[in-house]
C-alpha cells in the first residue's frame, strides 16, 4: 500500500518533506489534524514494528520522551510497514553537559526495562558468543579473526543483567534537546543487550572510567564492526578492537 496508507490516519494528512537520516526507511514530516508528526515508511515485519511500538508506549507513559506512534483512525499503530510518530522538537546536543543528560537519561531507559522480551529476529552481543547471525549481523560474512575479536570483546560482558538498549544514541542527530527535556528518537536500532553498548558518548557523557570504559568501547567497537560489516565505518570500528 505505501504512503497511500496514510489517508489510514485521516482524509487532511499530507506529506510535507523528506527528513534527512532514513537509512532503512523512507522518512517524511507529515502533518495530521494541523499538526507536525513524522511519517516512517519501511519493510519491517509486524512482530517488529509491534515490539517497538510497545517498547515507545511504556516508555512515554514512564516519563521518558520518545515519538509515540499516533493510531489510525481504528487504532493501528502501523499499516504495511507504515507507522506516523509524534514529532520530536529540539536541536542535537552540544556540551559535555548535555551529553551528561543523554546518559541520564539512557539509565533510565535500561532500569524501566529490565527483562524486557528480546526483539524479534535480534541477537544481544553475548547471544554472539555462540550464534553467527541477528538481524543485520552475520558474523559468517567476517574473517575469522576479526569475529574473534569481536567475541573477545563481547565475552567481557557475559553475565551482565540485560535491558533495552537504544543502539545508536552516540549520533547527535537521535537525540533532541529542548529546555530539559531529552528525547530519544529513531529506534530502529533498539534491542535487548547488556546496557554498556549504550553508554559510549561524546565527552564519555556517561563518566565511565578505567576498566568499564575500556569493556564498553570495545565492545561497542566491536558491535558497530558487526552490524556495518564489510564499510569503511566497520572497518574502522574493527581496527579499535584489540587483538588477541
Known sequence: MGWEALTLWGEDVVRIGRLAGGVANDVWSVRINGKLAVGR???RSDADLAWEAALLRHLDGAGLTVPVPIPT?????????LVVMEYMEGGPPETEADWRRVADTLRE????TQGWPQRPGWRSSTDLLAAETG?????????????????????????????????????????????????????????VDVPDLDLVLPHN???????????????????????????EYAIKRLAEVRAI
Open 109 to 112: 531507559l535500561h532500569r524501566l
Open 73 to 81: 483512525i481504528d487504532g493501528r499503530l502501523f499499516v504495511d510497514g
Open 205 to 231: 557523557g556517561a563518566g565511565l572510567e578505567g576498566d568499564a570504559r575500556d569493556i564498553a568501547w570495545q565492545a561497542s567497537a566491536a558491535w558497530e564492526a558487526a552490524v556495518c560489516w564489510k564499510d
Open 135 to 191: 538481524t543485520r549481523i552475520d558474523l559468517a560474512a567476517m574473517p575469522p579473526e576479526a569475529v574473534a575479536r569481536c567475541r573477545a570483546a563481547w565475552a567481557r560482558l557475559a553475565g551482565r543483567k540485560t535491558c533495552v538498549v537504544h543502539g545508536n544514541p552516540s549520533n547527535p542527530g537521535n537525540v533532541r534537546i529542548t529546555g530539559h527535556r531529552v528525547a530519544l528518537i529513531d529506534w530502529d536500532e533498539s534491542h
Open 41 to 43: 515508511l519501511g519493510k
